[in-house]
């Protein structure tokens, strides 16, 4: 069965299984070089497995969800976009979400997802209470945080490599309404866009588009968009009766591939100078539905096929405080000199992070796409290095092509990963054409 | 109000379960019927948790068609809808050879089921309203070399349902057949479906209950499934004999 991941460049033949029963997930693991894989919606390689990808969708039941602490247990999976179907009519809402809903809940604790809470509230994995994990030898095991083999650190952003985890404990954060009282706050250089992360450090949400074409002193240019959750009492009167009810999106499809020469210097950089126009003149407050805050892209099905059959690579990065300024400079410095631009350039503050082996760290994040050519892998190996000289690290779940080395150098702690997993024998049972590519 | 309950006989299957939710999410209870029972638990579970409705499970066994009418009796009442949706496909080459493994397949996809749609269809056709919904199979439409053990059960059965139809269609009980085609189920798992023509279980359930909403007759789940059966069914038979499908 061919198959990829989101970003459509890792096509892929490969024999996949859809387990129904633990004891089935079992005899796959002991065929070895086993992945599971979730919604298929990590950019990259990180959920194919050539010998043995084992599809987790029929684990999609929801098991119990305690009102008082808002502890939901859910199998992996489960989609997010289901978890909100049903919670957030009686008040609760995903205490920590990524860009799309339609991912699964294995899915997000595989790559411990973060969303534009960071800065406050941490990772995915800050909320979860724990995982139930399937080992090597077919075995259930529940991990918690305090663990003393660490293993729930490890399965934390570890890509699915520690095992496959079947069902979750997560919590669910109560809300007063289905409606987000969004800031935006136009900041005309890469400077002033961290100034504004800064001096809004008590927001529950924040990210920034950036445009990442413009140069000189506008360099970094961006739109600030803040997030609260409104209460009941901050919605417009009509409203109230029914707060967590929102207008039906008008949902759009992108029915084939785009043609290659659809995306090129000339409509990246129109559609730039448009957003930011359309920011800057929309700049101020608004209430906005969960849906179109959290998942714009969502509303487009198929969005990723825009970039053309070839697909698009994804980067991602973040930066310590320290570094942050020169590292995203030298960046966008170099994004802009090559003039290939990407439609959705996403800046965000990371708060602090404890975890094992989760890619946030305190500082700042970019992330950036890019539709695939021969032109692309230089600038990206380009960037790659960049990078590294700052002191930044990758994010797993949007790698596509990066190399062992790279990845190496760029993080420490992925030695102690590996010596991990051959110590404890889950380098045989579980591999995916990511671990593979990058020797994990 | 409350909706009234939606009885689904083979309920652990992957198009059960999608039906199941569909009707669920609609706000109706739902009542899983399957052999052994305990193990729907989970689904059970997770029925009431997302949909806040009533779901209970069943112990049910189609081929046990002397415990019917014992089974029948022993649910809450008389359901609103009842779904079959049991069918075993078996080997194609075994069932050749073997009349027993024939046997089986011919009894688990038309004389189970029918019969269990029979006993409701009297009981509806008594109160005076009901929906009964069988899902049938695009394999009974035509007998084919590589399933036809399987594909003449299922052609039994369509038959079945159209009759019922017709007995019933002034009694305020309303029969949808349905064919769904290929669909990436338990079942199929292994086999190597074109893309285009393969549905997936979410997309029966809500097709089914799409259609249990605006009484449709007979449907197939993917509509080009409509001009593929209707190509394979005016082949001359004596060119079909000769094809490989």
């Known amino acids: 069965m061919r198959i990829a991941g989101w970003g459509g460049t890792t096509r892929q033949d490969c024999r996949v299984s859809h387990p129904r029963s633990e004891a089935e997930v079992a005899a796959r693991i002991a065929e070895g070089h086993a992945i599971a894989r979730g919604a298929g919606r990590a950019y990259g390689d990180a959920a194919q497995s050539a010998l043995n990808t084992v599809d987790m969708g029929r684990f999609d039941r929801m098991i119990s969800f305690d009102a008082e602490t808002g502890l939901l247990v859910a199998e992996a999976g489960v989609r997010l976009a289901d978890v909100i179907a049903a919670f957030l009519p009686r008040g609760w809402f995903p205490a920590v979400t990524p860009g799309t809903k339609h991912v699964s809940v294995g899915g997000m604790v595989a790559a411990d997802v973060h969303g534009k809470n960071h800065h406050r509230d941490g990772s995915f994995g800050a909320f979860v209470e724990f995982i139930d994990l399937m080992g090597p030898d077919g075995a259930v095991r529940r991990l918690t945080r305090g663990d003393n083999d660490e293993m729930f650190g490890w399965t934390l952003g570890g890509m699915g490599l520690t095992g496959v985890i079947l069902r979750v404990g997560f919590r669910l954060r109560p809300v007063e309404s289905g409606w987000i009282r969004q800031k935006s706050i136009v900041a005309g250089s890469l400077a002033e866009a961290m100034a504004a992360f800064e001096a809004n450090a008590g927001a529950t949400y924040s990210v920034a588009w950036i445009d990442c074409l413009a140069r000189g002193v506008a360099m970094g240019r961006s739109i600030l968009m803040l997030g609260e959750h409104a209460s009941a009492a901050e919605l417009p009167a009509e409203r109230r009766a029914a707060p967590f009810g929102v207008p039906a999106r008008r949902r759009l499809t992108v029915p084939f591939h785009a043609p290659g020469f659809a995306l090129n210097g000339l409509t990246v950089r129109a559609f730039n100078h448009l957003y930011y126009a359309q920011g800057v003149k929309k700049a101020g407050e608004s209430l906005v539905d969960w849906d179109s805050y959290f998942y714009p892209l969502d509303a487009i099905h198929g969005w990723n096929k825009i970039y053309g059959r070839r697909g698009f690579v994804q980067f991602q990065c973040a930066f310590p405080l320290a570094t942050a300024e020169a590292g995203l400079a030298a960046l966008l410095t170099e994004i802009s000199r090559a003039g290939q631009g990407s439609f959705l350039a996403v800046l965000k503050r990371f708060g602090p992070q404890a975890s094992r082996i989760s890619f946030p760290m305190e500082g700042y994040t970019l992330a950036l796409d890019f539709p695939l050519h021969a032109r692309t892998t230089a600038l990206l190996e380009r960037l790659d290095r960049i990078t590294l000289a700052e002191g930044g690290r990758f994010y797993l779940a949007k790698d596509a092509r990066m190399t062992p080395h790279t990845l190496r150098k760029a993080d420490k702690r992925m030695a102690e990963f590996i010596a991990m997993r051959e110590r404890t024998g889950l380098a045989e049972a579980f591999s995916s054409t990511q671990s593979e590519r990058l020797a994990l | ?245």
């Open chain 2, 1 to 245: 109000m409350t909706k009234g309950a939606v009885l689904i006989l083979g309920g652990r299957s992957d198009i059960g379960r999608a039906i199941a939710r569909a009707f669920a999410a609609e706000g109706h209870p739902v009542w899983l019927a399957a052999r052994n029972a305990d193990g729907l638990e989970p689904d059970r579970a997770d029925l009431e948790l997302r949909y806040r409705v009533e779901a209970k499970c069943f112990e049910f066994d189609v081929l046990a068609t002397h415990r019917l009418e014992g089974f029948a009796d022993a649910l809450p009442g008389l359901p609103e809808v009842v779904v079959s949706v049991v069918g075993y496909m078996g080997d194609q080459q075994v069932s050749e050879t073997d009349p027993e493994a024939a046997a089986r397949v011919m009894r688990s996809n038309f004389e189970g089921p029918a019969a269990a749609l029979a006993l409701f269809a009297n009981r509806f056709e008594a109160r005076g309203s009901g929906v009964i919904v069988g899902i049938s199979s695009v394999a009974g439409e035509r007998g084919r070399a590589t399933n036809y053990v399987y594909g003449s059960a299922k052609a039994g059965f369509t038959a079945f349902l159209s009759g019922l139809r017709n007995r019933l269609a002034k009694k305020g009980v309303h029969v949808l057949t349905v064919l769904p085609g290929f669909v990436a189920t338990a079942m199929t798992e292994g086999m190597d479906l074109p893309e285009k023509l393969t549905a997936q279980p979410e997309e029966v359930g809500r097709a089914v209950l799409r259609a249990v909403k605006s009484k449709r007759n007979v449907i197939y789940v993917k509509p080009v499934w409509c001009l593929v059966m209707a190509v394979i069914r005016n082949i001359p038979e004596a060119i079909f004999k000769g094809m490989k499908l």
